[in-house]
T-cell receptor
Framework: GAGVSQSPSNKVTEKGKDVELRCDPI?????LYWYRQSLGQGLEFLIY????????KSGLPSDRFSAERTGGSVSTLTIQRTQQEDSAVYLC??????????FGPGTRLTVL | QKEVEQNSGPLSVPEGAIASLNCTYS??????FFWYRQYSGKSPELIMS????GDKEDGRFTAQLNKASQYVSLLIRDSQPSDSATYLC?????????????FGAGTRLAVHP
């Protein structure tokens, strides 16, 4: 497909477990963004990648959160020792440099 | 002051009316402005982009930009119940050496039959 894809679409985990969320951006998009959206809330910026580097990690809420991007393409967001407050929809977006962002369908994370 | 501000709503309009959604931003040097629509339980979808002062029309949607007053608006003509969604305003800000898109909190629009 031509759009941003994310997997899994839904993830249910137990408190304390680690989870990995994957984002596959639109081909040719050099910029990749991760956001979090809690129920009924706005978008919370987490991290931005330009190529494989992350010039802005300012939105990561704690050191339990990390992300990487390899080959200038796929990105993985990892949450270690998940907490119930991590429950949210995690959205990935990609863009060409300085252009509009296109969002993936999101991963709904539920921490029990 | 928030970088991008929107009235949270809900904005309720009757079917067939014009819905007017407004957004103000704080950074005078911002050059790119976007409107996204987000249906409940779905991800944001880009519906309009505008880069220069004035109006830009696309079907029933018109985006209006006034850089001097630092506001951007979205008009939806002949509103339909299917337009009921949250509308997010986004503004490009060059900060920290890179281009960053700042989102407003969104305005919830309800179009009633």
């Amino acid at each position: 497909g031509a759009g941003v894809s994310q997997s899994p679409s839904n993830k249910v985990t137990e408190k304390g477990k680690d989870v990995e969320l994957r984002c596959d951006p639109i081909s040719g998009h050099t910029a990749l963004y991760w956001y979090r959206q809690s129920l009924g809330q706005g978008l919370e910026f987490l991290i931005y990648f330009q190529g494989n580097s992350a010039p802005d990690k300012s939105g990561l809420p704690s050191d339990r959160f990390s992300a990487e991007r390899t080959g200038g393409s796929v990105s993985t967001l990892t949450i270690q020792r998940t907490q119930q407050e991590d429950s949210a929809v995690y959205l990935c977006a990609s863009s060409r440099l300085f252009h509009e962002q296109f969002f993936g369908p999101g991963t709904r994370l539920t921490v029990l | 002051q928030k970088e991008v501000e929107q009235n949270s709503g809900p904005l309720s309009v009757p079917e067939g009316a014009i819905a007017s959604l407004n957004c103000t931003y704080s950074d005078r040097v911002s050059q790119s402005f976007f409107w996204y629509r987000q249906y409940s339980g779905k991800s944001p979808e880009l519906i309009m982009s505008i880069y220069s002062n004035g109006d830009k029309e696309d079907g029933r949607f018109t985006a209006q930009l006034n850089k001097a007053s630092q506001y951007v608006s979205l008009l939806i003509r002949d509103s339909q119940p299917s337009d009921s969604a949250t509308y997010l305003c986004a503004v490009n800000l060059f900060s920290g050496g890179y281009n960053k898109l700042i989102f407003g909190a969104g305005t919830r629009l309800a179009v009633h039959p």
